[in-house]
């Protein structure tokens, strides 16, 4: 499959800078990071996004832990909160001790209770020098521990269906990097698992039920669904945008969520606002 943006259909528009994409328990989940708001919506009715929690300062990566609390990456605070009913948010896990970048990006291991975040590693909004970023990964109890280090930019990462194997993405480094689960949650066996093609700057992605990962390519404005080893099947184009995240879901798994917007600049994107969540129909449903 190769087709362009175009053909896809609109599901929420107005948006800063959509991230954080996931299908959960029949809702497209998202954040909106340059107003720290997280929203769920209906794709198939017309009550419009419901807000779920507001963060401060930014907000990115979403989870649920096992007790069904939804848990966020606050960047700025350098927090992971969780949300309580209601919408009250408290924090669960705090990295600001150990950690000076914002955090970023965040999965939680359904299997262990477990959460794996990353950070910037450096100031990239200020203009510093790109540094390594690291993982982290945190305890259903809340305590933190560096997980792995040396990524470029560490970004989105899935764990792959019936494997206990974590995939990030490096942004800076166009390429996706698995390591083995082990049974204390420590990441082992660093290994490549994709480079990606040329230009490409791998952020949200998600993963399908034959393993194939779509990763979203900011600087190059495409979707692409990739193959362990580097093969690119199919490819969605979203020319003169950042593609920044996208997730699986709908009814039968098989509608691929592609969140864009013309910044990833906090001051363009205040008085734009072209931020969108759009879905295609695939043809290998979300696991």
């Known amino acids: ?23 959960h328990e029949g809702r497209l989940w998202y954040s909106d990071m340059h107003t720290g ?21 930014q907000s990115s990566g979403l989870g649920w832990l096992r007790d069904g609390r939804l848990v966020v990456s606050a960047m700025e605070s350098r927090t992971v909160l969780a949300v309580e009913p209601g919408g009250e948010t408290s924090v669960f896990a705090d ?5 000076s970048s914002l955090v970023n990006d965040l999965v939680v291991d359904p299997e262990t209770g477990r959460t794996y ?63 083995d689960i082990a049974a204390d949650g420590s990441l082992t066996g660093r290994r490549p698992w994709a480079d990606l093609p040329e230009g490409v700057t791998p952020d949200g992605s998600t993963v399908d039920a034959e393993g194939a990962i779509w990763v979203c390519s900011v600087d190059t404005g495409e979707f692409l669904r990739v193959l362990e080893g580097g093969e690119v099947t199919d490819r969605i184009d979203a ?42 129909r695939v043809s290998v449903p979300g696991c």
């Open 239 to 280: 020319p003169g945008l950042c593609a920044i995240d996208c997730a699986l879901g709908g009814d039968d798994g098989r509608t691929l969520y592609l969140a864009t917007a013309d910044s990833y600049d906090p001051e363009v994107t205040a008085s734009t606002r072209a931020g969108r969540i759009s879905a295609v």
């Open 37 to 57: 708001e997280v929203f769920s919506i209906d794709p198939a009715s017309d009550a419009g996004p419901r807000l779920e929690a507001t963060v401060k300062g």
């Open 117 to 179: 975040i990353g950070a910037f590693g450096y100031d990239l909004y200020g203009g510093e020098e790109l540094r390594p970023g690291p993982v982290y990964v945190v305890e259903p109890y809340g305590s933190v521990r560096l997980a792995a280090d040396g990524f470029v930019f560490p970004n989105s990462m899935n764990i792959l269906p019936g494997q206990r194997t974590l995939v990030v993405s490096e942004t800076w480094g166009g390429r996706l990097t698995a390591f």
């Open 95 to 99: 990295l600001s001790g150990i950690e």
């Open 1 to 23: 499959m190769h087709i362009s943006l175009d053909s896809a259909a609109d599901v929420v528009t107005g948006i800063r800078f959509p991230e954080g994409n996931r299908w």
